[in-house]
């Protein structure tokens, strides 16, 4: 599954995941690009316009990229990407906090389940540590072009796996 960014933002820039707990609608994805749209011109930090980007990804993913090296984020502008986060979960009826659902792909389709079930399915063998993930934990837009999408074994994950049996 690949990956676009559409941004020319430096490699280095801050990034965030926020994950939908399901597949956003193409009519939702629309709603939610306006929404970002109107939000992203505003967005500062302490008066400063934010070197910024927000994108959508596999009708899915909101990720929020901030250039630290241009104008790092306040704590407040942080605050204020959170509460439109929060607006876009309210107007699409959806979560986007729920840090309790892993996305993963099987035989190149993008599932979803709850932690878990995932951890389940990894203990009945239904899928394995070569098993890719959507680490939500990374915070670069390097590690986001880079390992986004990754191995059970090289994500957060792995810890999920059985213990091999001695």
């Known amino acids: 599954m690949e990956l676009t960014i559409q941004n020319n933002l430096p490699a280095a820039s801050r990034v965030w995941i926020y994950q939908a707990n399901r597949v956003l609608t193409a009519a939702e994805t629309t709603q939610a ?13 302490h008066g400063k316009q934010l070197e910024a980007a927000i994108e959508l ?12 090296a241009a104008e790092a984020p306040s704590g407040c502008s942080i605050d204020s990407s959170v509460a439109m986060i929060k607006q876009l979960q309210s107007a699409l009826n959806i979560d986007f906090f729920d840090r309790l659902t892993t996305a ?11 932690l878990f079930y995932f951890e389940e399915k990894l203990k009945a063998g239904e899928l394995n540590a070569d098993t890719l993930v959507f680490n939500n ?30």
């Open 104 to 114: 993963y792909l099987y035989h190149g389709e993008l599932l979803l389940c709850k």
């Open 33 to 45: 690009q306006d929404m970002i749209n109107a939000f992203l011109p505003n967005w500062k930090s």
């Open 137 to 166: 934990m990374i915070d670069t837009k390097a590690k986001l072009t880079g390992s986004w999408l990754t191995p059970v074994r090289d994500s957060w994950h792995k810890q999920l796996l059985p213990k091999e049996k001695v």
């Open 57 to 68: 990804h596999h009708n899915l993913f909101v990720v929020v990229f901030a250039n630290e």
